[in-house]
């Protein structure tokens, strides 16, 4: 159940793939197994985690949009609507809490299209690069802006 000490993680296309997709780039590690590692780092900063992926657009941005009224902070790897997607960007800003960008990998070291972002402008700050550390790095900056 979402509380206003939320955390909340969503995570867009082919993230539910990780462990198998392009483990060069990505690595071994399933998406269960980075939701269990962000647990651990919400419940040691006292908040709750809810953590979701999905591959269709408009259901992030619904879920963004029921983030609005019940989480304290939201980190986002939205994937390869990163590069695409203006409607992700707009619900993005409707939320009045810290939000992290987050990847796996460094967007920037890779193809051209990557390096554009739609998140960034919306978000407090980025984390990228650091593989299944990207998340933990989030959620840990997440509970320090609410602390300032
Ligand atoms: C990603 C980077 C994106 O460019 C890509 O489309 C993904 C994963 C990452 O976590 O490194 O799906 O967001």
Not at 79 to 87: E, F, I, L, N
């Amino acid at each position: 159940m979402a509380t206003q000490k939320s955390i909340w993680v969503l995570n867009g296309p082919n993230l539910n793939l990780l462990g198998e997709r392009e483990p060069g780039i990505y690595g071994s590690k399933s998406l269960a197994d980075i939701e269990q590692r962000c647990r651990d780092t919400a419940t040691k900063a006292q908040f709750d985690l809810e953590f979701r992926q999905s591959n269709h657009e408009g259901e992030l941005v619904a879920w963004i949009q029921e983030a609005r009224t019940v989480a304290a902070g939201l980190a986002i790897n939205a994937g390869a609507y990163t590069h695409t997607s203006v409607a992700v960007h707009d619900a993005l800003r409707l939320l009045d809490i810290p939000i992290v960008e987050v990847h796996l990998s460094n967007i920037f070291a890779r193809e051209e299209f990557r390096h554009k972002s739609y998140i960034s402008a919306a978000a407090t700050g980025v984390v990228c690069g650091f593989g299944p550390m990207s998340y933990v790095l989030a959620i840990d900056a997440l509970t320090a802006q609410m602390d300032l």
